[in-house]
């Protein structure tokens, strides 16, 4: 899983020409990507993905909480929570 918090979204990102042109907006954005496919093989930009990080077309749930964490909070406890339920 990837996830970003950013002052742009992804409109602003994809529509932007260079980094120069983009402008923050006043909100932050939360970006949550569930899988990554692998971007090359062995050297990255001639061998194909090892079949084993390939992403095949299908119905993929994946599930997240987000919780505010204050410093008396214990976040290896926080980070070892279990989400329950049916997704």
Do not use: C
Request: glycine share 6%.
């Amino acid at each position: 899983m990837h996830f970003d918090a950013l002052h742009y979204s992804v409109r602003d990102l994809t529509d932007a020409k260079h980094i120069v042109a983009l402008q923050p907006r006043d909100e932050v954005i939360l970006h949550l990507d569930a899988r990554h496919m692998g971007v090359g093989g062995d050297d990255g930009w001639m061998s194909p993905v090892h079949k084993e990080f390939l992403l095949f077309p299908g119905i993929y749930r994946f599930a997240y909480k987000l919780k505010p964490i204050t410093n008396q909070d214990d976040l290896a406890s926080i980070a070892r929570m279990k989400i329950e339920g049916e997704f």
